[in-house]
């Protein structure tokens, strides 16, 4: 299994571009949710997805769309990319919201900076 | 939403020390895990402990869900185990975690 697999590593952006973060998982998770770190902040939860065709805002969703057309796929986008969006982003699954004992699994994150 | 505090914010230690780490929570936790941010921003998750005591090598952990706190031990510990440790929660029925701002190690040889 390669477990959470996140595209790019790395991304520049200039003000008001648009782009799309790529998160796959092959653990057949239900859960997938996006976090954003910033320094001194922890993680803060972007979006998240209880299954296929199921998306729900978390803290801070501005700014950024998700969809969940399969298990497998996660995709975050921005829409008008700002200087305020630059960050590291985290992709992450579990296996299973009810029933306890799921833990979170993590890609390796993207880095995204915006000038 | 559910309130994590982490203490210390910032830990230094020679190698082979022990020392503790701890999260308090402002609701009942659910989901409680314990995650490890290597120095290449890799996150590892280390335990999934609403109750109880859980061990792995030389780490291990305890929450007490009736008083919101959890506690994290790093015995004898290595210059593999710096990097910031993070807690989180949901503190509901859903899978929102809530993280922590983070534990800052830092073991010296």
């Known amino acids: 299994n390669a477990g959470v697999t996140q595209t790019p590593k790395f991304q520049v952006l200039k003000t008001g571009q648009s782009m799309t973060l790529q998160c796959a998982q092959d653990m057949n998770h239900e859960y997938m949710s996006w976090y954003r770190q910033d320094p001194g902040m922890g993680l803060r939860l972007i979006h998240y997805s209880v299954g296929a065709g199921i998306t729900d805002q978390g803290e801070v969703p501005n700014g950024y769309n998700v969809s969940r057309s399969t298990t497998e796929d996660f995709p975050l986008r921005l829409l008008s990319a700002a200087p305020s969006q630059t960050s590291v982003y985290f992709c992450a699954s579990t296996r299973s919201v009810r029933g306890g004992n799921s833990p979170l699994h993590f890609g390796n994150g993207t880095r995204l900076t915006v000038t | 939403g559910i309130q994590v505090e982490q203490s210390p914010p910032d830990l230094i230690l020679q190698e082979g020390a022990n020392s503790t780490l701890r999260c308090n929570f402002s609701?009942?936790?659910?989901?409680l895990q314990w995650f490890h941010q290597n120095p290449w921003g890799q996150l590892i998750n280390l335990f999934y402990?609403?109750?109880g005591t859980k061990q792995n090598g030389r780490l291990s952990a305890t929450t007490v869900a009736t008083e919101r706190y959890s506690l994290l031990y790093i015995s004898s510990s290595q210059t593999t185990d710096s990097g910031v440790y993070f807690c989180a929660d949901s503190g509901g029925s859903n899978y929102k975690l809530t993280f922590g701002k983070g534990t800052l190690l830092t073991v010296n040889p």
């Open positions: 402990i609403p109750s």
């Open positions: 609701d009942s936790v659910n989901n």
